[in-house]
């Protein structure tokens, strides 16, 4: 079992920051803690859900085109908080954004990085940017 727990959402100007953060447990977790992927998704009513970075047990990463220079996603360790800082935010920024686990995998590849690929998911935080 993955368990997946976000904090750190909320509301911000255009141009503020923010720092999504993701705890991850559970003893399937734990087993593969030197052979997992753990990634960030966001989506908007009536759109698919995105991937926007990644970060896999050897620390290499993935980040999205869109949020390339703005955001860093970050994880000292596996048992260390997944970690998005989010910095000059948009409005376009606005979604729900969900933590991803899946074990046996690495995902510095960008076609990795989509949500069939992922087999546990957050319940989610909400990020709001209003310009």
């Known amino acids: 079992q993955v368990k997946l727990v976000e904090h750190g959402g909320g509301s911000v100007q255009a141009g503020g920051s923010l720092r999504l953060s993701c705890e991850a447990s559970?003893?399937?977790?734990?087993?593969?803690?030197?052979?997992?992927?753990l990634g960030w998704f966001r989506q908007v009513p009536g759109k698919e859900r995105e991937g926007v970075a990644a970060?896999?047990?050897?620390?290499?990463?993935y980040i999205a085109d869109s949020v390339k220079g703005r955001f860093t996603i970050s994880q000292d360790n596996a048992r260390n908080p997944l970690k998005l800082q989010m910095n000059n935010l948009k409005t376009e920024d606005t979604a729900m954004y969900y933590c991803?686990?899946?074990?046996?995998?690495?995902?510095?590849?960008?076609?990795?990085?989509?949500?069939?690929?992922?087999?546990?998911w957050g319940q989610g935080t909400q990020v709001t940017v209003s310009s």
């Open positions: 559970g003893d399937r977790y734990e087993y593969y803690s030197d052979y997992y992927c």
């Open positions: 991803a686990a899946v074990v046996r995998s690495f995902c510095f590849r960008e076609s990795f990085v989509k949500p069939e690929s992922f087999t546990h």
């Open positions: 970060i896999d047990s050897y620390r290499s990463s």
